[in-house]
């Protein structure tokens, strides 16, 4: 048998890769060793990005087997996270925890062109806000917070005012809910939030249930 004209091709083959130019500098490697299209600072703070992001929004960081971060399933995360959510994906993401800083997502964009706001960014409700609200308003049950905050913030077809408080930027959003008074009548939940430039969120200030025959002293042009 003759192997020589195998052997001839593996070896211009070889001859071929070994001939090939590879300039290190033009292809910059992460920490891992791995190449990336970026120096190895763009990285690391797109990374320290990631991590601020997770931790902002109560997300559990994906980690590898051996107790490493899982970069990739984090940035399809963090991917997930900027795309532009519907109306009803935003609703069901409202899952208020009790004692935590809870950001929720960015409001309509119906909602900035109503108010004049350019900029969108993520509602934040702090946890002493929180506390504060429930002991406020406990004609609100607690098991029913994330459908009264979600619906107002993010229903497609809620409204919004400017508050009457003139020290702040507040304004109120509301919707009807399921509920319904004792006589009948339909009950609004509203949501006061404080549109603020010079934030990183859009942070609520309270929010309660009123009955349909008290809206008006909310909204002067409410109809039902």
């Known amino acids: 048998m003759n192997l020589s004209t195998p052997k001839q091709k593996i070896f211009t083959r070889r001859q071929h890769v070994d001939n090939m130019y590879f300039e290190e500098s033009k292809h910059p490697r992460d920490k891992k060793g791995r190449f990336s299209d970026k120096g190895e600072s763009d990285y690391s703070s797109e990374i320290n990005e990631r991590i601020r992001w997770a931790k902002d929004s109560g997300i559990e960081l994906p980690l590898n087997a051996d107790g490493s971060l899982d970069d990739l399933r984090l940035q399809k995360l963090y991917a997930e996270s900027k795309r532009e959510m519907t109306p009803a994906e935003k609703i069901a993401s409202v899952h208020i925890k009790a004692g935590e800083n809870n950001v929720l997502p960015e409001l309509n964009e119906k909602n900035l062109s109503e108010i004049g706001v350019h900029t969108n960014k993520p509602v934040l409700i702090k946890s002493q806000i929180y506390e504060r609200n429930i002991m ?89």
Do not use: C
């Open 136 to 224: 406020k308003h406990d004609d609100v049950d607690p098991k029913e917070i994330d459908y009264i905050i979600g619906h107002a913030l993010y229903d497609e077809n809620n409204r919004v005012v400017r508050g009457k408080n003139k020290s702040g930027n507040y304004y109120i959003f509301y919707t009807k809910t399921k509920f319904i008074s004792k006589n009948g009548k339909s009950i609004y939940g509203t949501v006061a939030v404080d549109i603020a430039v010079n934030l990183n969120y859009f942070e609520v200030v309270h929010w309660h249930v009123v009955r349909q025959n008290s809206m008006k002293s909310i909204d002067p042009n409410f109809h039902k």
